[in-house]
């Protein structure tokens, strides 16, 4: 009898399969929320598992600021085609044309807060009941308290201090008309085990998160890339360093880390020695104590 | 566009397996110094973290490091220095992999510790060791022994403050275990410790030597919790079927779910419950690939050798030992809504993958949780009140005591007009 031990990561798989499983039998329209990032990337590979052999049965829904980085891009297509998946690209240029959402004003205004809109209008489109994302509770401390099943109200607010409980496998999904659900499969992962899972499924990931020569610009301690969205502040001025990304979000508050990290391997034994958190590098959790709570208040991932 | 995944995988870590445990303590009782110190020490705080709440430690002129402020992430919560809600923290050392259900001291308290005892292998029950065994504890216990927890760590804290003496630690034990023996919790272990100094935490203590056990991360690390799950009685509630519609794949049905006990194999004979249409297992696919076998908790596709009607909320179940169908069910409830408990009120029931009508037939009784006393002329169930229920479900469950199986013995109770998940239940 002893042998019906499960590691830990397969204890994860099996656990974010069962969660998927239950959406896609709990609710009629969900979308997989998709970024790019190494996140979501582990988030399509669970689907493809979960409903294997059919194919992942709702779409991947992309919110696309402008303000990404190439190499991201291409790759969501390339994963899109490769997984037979049907892929809803939402700008959030579009909002601000439209009036919408106001961009932001400064040396490097950010649309990481307007992409909330955007998902909004984009949820309320395609009529999405539930949304699933790659956000994992020990990423960011208002994600410590995030549900594996988060309800939002019809105006995509989330609500901390009234969440429902979570017992055992049991999942509440119940909810009115307008209202929608924010499902987080990866929950109980760390950036170890998502790294981890990449290389155990031999997944493959956007060429930034290895080392390459980039010119960035240091502002308060973060690498920001050189980019078209970025206005050089007096003193300030582009360097080329040996970086890679730790996390793939907006090239606007995402910041790179000097890495020669060239492979996965490499790549695992740094984040297993990494001093910083993996949002140590993301400019818009720094703007307050409860950046991230306030903006998952109103909506975003 | 693409780097090739590197073959690199890390045999060790791929290796390391998962202990779930949940905290349970009254306020200032050091828990969250005790939660901080198991992170600090295994290295699983970042400087980043540590430098936010040393900012915010001394923007809010506080002297001690408050260590508290990396488990209390909300807004609210910072404000008023109260834990709102369950958190959970993660943390690895080279043998295991750990994920804290870190539960608040104070109000709503029996509500998050019954949600986070619900998924826990094990409970830290924290004592103050200048109170000794007070209301609180005898609370958290009955908790982990209603939840089932099979492991509990009695942490005697504060050991510093009563000069390290046995004496006081014997005494503690003593009385609790005299408590302990009207509960029904398998594994107890003591440990003397003190969280803010770190004796016996992490290190043996040299002040305690006195002391012949573990430390509280090595107990921790080595807790065998293998026999934890049941691979005795076959359970496999029916999530969705899995029907691609392709050419390829054109006559494929698979059931998908996640084993709730027991172990499946291809051949065996199954039984569909609750209709008891009968097949055999033809072939089982898990997420790497076709099993031997499945067994808890695994989330794996079954495809069966006959076409009989099976769809989400039933269960496959093997013939030998069956599992109760029944729609009558006594349960031991905990009540989580400031709406209280309707006397044959209706309510959605949502247990293993099955959602039915039900209706509360009786309310037997309420347990003082203090004292363990059942009420039975009190009658009247409120948020955080836990009692004995008789309840009548529209349609069948396919059931087993909850201290048989945690999977297919517990149920949640729903509000049909609020949606909301208003009790917690475990059937007797």
Known sequence: MSSYNLTHLAQLEHEAIFIMREVAAQFERPALLFSGGKDSIVMVRLAQKAFAPAKIPFPLVHIDTGHNFEETIQFRDWLA????????????????????????????????????????????????????????RDEEKARAKERFFSHRDEFGQWDPKNQRPELWNLFNGRKNIGEHFRVFPL???????????????????????????????????????????????????????????????????????????ADLGAVIQEVASARQTERGTRADDKRSETAMEDRKKAGYF | MTAPAHQHTDQHYLAMDLLRFTTAGSVDDGKSTLI????????????????????????????????SLLTDGLRAEREQGITIDVAYRYFATPRRKFIVADTPGHIQYTRNMVTGASTANLAIILIDARKGVIEQTCRHSFIASLLRIPHVVVCVNKMDLVDFSEARFNEIVAAYTEFASRLEIPDIKFIPISALHGDNVVDRSDRMSWYQGSPLLYTLETVYIGSDVNHIDARFPVQTVIRPNNDEHHDFRGFAGRVAGGVFKPGDAVVSQPSGLTSRIKSIHGPSGDLQEAFAPMSVVMTLEDEIDVSRGDTITKANNPPNVTQDVEAMICWFSEKKLVPNG???????????????????????????????????????????????????LIADAYQRNRSTGSFILIDEFTNATVAAGMIL
């Open chain 1, 187 to 261: 929950s109980n992962w760390t950036e170890m085990d998502v790294w981890q899972y990449i290389a155990r499924e031999k997944l493959d990931i956007p060429s930034i998160y290895f080392t390459h020569q980039r010119e960035v610009v240091n502002r308060n301690g973060v690498l920001l890339a050189k980019s078209p969205f970025i206005t050089l502040l007096e003193g300030e001025k582009y360097e080329t360093r040996t970086v890679r990304y730790r996390t793939v979000g907006d090239s606007t508050c995402t910041g790179a880390v000097e890495s020669d990290a």
């Open chain 2, 36 to 67: 901080g110190r198991l992170l600090y020490d295994s290295k699983s705080i970042f400087e980043d973290q540590l430098d936010a709440i040393e900012r915010a430690t001394e923007q809010r002129g506080e002297e001690h490091l408050n260590l």
């Open chain 2, 346 to 396: 209706k309510y959605i029931i949502r247990h293993t993958t099955r959602e039915a009508k039900s209706v509360i037939k009786a309310v037997r009784y309420k347990v003082n949780i203090n004292t363990l006393h059942k009420a039975e002329g009190d009658l009247d169930i409120g948020m955080n009140d836990i009692g004995r229920i008789q309840l009548r479900t529209a349609v069948p």
């Open chain 1, 81 to 136: 085609k490769d997984t037979g998946s049907r892929l809803v690209v939402r700008y959030v240029a579009d909002s601000i044309k439209a009036g919408r959402a106001q961009e932001e004003k400064g040396p490097n205004p950010s649309r990481n807060g307007l992409q909330t809109i955007t998902l909004l209008d984009t949820i309320e489109e395609f009529k999405y009941d539930a949304c699933l994302g790659g956000a994992r």
